[in-house]
């Protein structure tokens, strides 16, 4: 089954409404999260390896002490197709999620327990 594959211009039109965090850079849409350290690295990694196998569909992933790179193409396609975009979008669904009360979130304040460094500023309603 052959897979339509998005042209430059729609991959970034695309991006800039429905994942403004991701570019397109040689083939690729890719987004890094920052971490405040190893231990938030490594969740990261795990929960983006978790939801690729659940979806049978598998980045590319480099990482350092507090950042990850990931990066979707689909290889069979050789290009950018639907299921980057469904894919991404379930990972910076997670990774970026953040608790509202009565769940607390962690203290991004204490370096003990700071994880992600999210994006834009907590907004607790």
């Given at each position: 089954?052959?897979?339509?594959?998005?042209?430059?211009?729609?991959?970034?039109e695309?991006?800039?409404?429905?994942?403004?965090?991701?570019?397109?850079?040689?083939?690729?849409?890719?987004?890094?999260?920052?971490?405040?350290?190893?231990?938030?690295?490594?969740?990261?990694?795990?929960?983006?390896?978790?939801?690729?196998?659940?979806?049978?569909?598998h980045?590319?992933?480099?990482?350092?002490?507090a950042?990850?790179?990931?990066?979707?193409?689909?290889?069979?396609?050789?290009?950018?197709?639907e299921?980057?975009?469904?894919l991404a979008?379930?990972?910076?669904?997670?990774?970026?999620?953040?608790?509202?009360?009565?769940?607390e979130?962690?203290?991004?304040?204490?370096?003990?327990?700071?994880?992600i460094?999210?994006?834009?500023?907590?907004?607790?309603?």
């Amino acid at each position: 089954m052959t897979e339509a594959v998005y042209s430059e211009n729609e991959v970034n039109e695309r991006l800039a409404h429905e994942l403004p965090h991701w570019k397109l850079e040689r083939g690729w849409i890719r987004r890094t999260y920052r971490t405040y350290g190893w231990k938030g690295t490594l969740m990261v990694i795990n929960t983006v390896g978790h939801l690729a196998e659940v979806a049978w569909h598998h980045p590319d992933i480099t990482a350092s002490y507090a950042w990850v790179e990931v990066r979707l193409c689909t290889h069979s396609a050789k290009g950018i197709t639907e299921k980057d975009f469904a894919l991404a979008g379930k990972i910076e669904e997670v990774i970026t999620w953040r608790p509202a009360p009565p769940l607390e979130g962690t203290p991004e304040k204490d370096p003990r327990f700071a994880y992600i460094k999210y994006d834009a500023p907590r907004h607790d309603g």
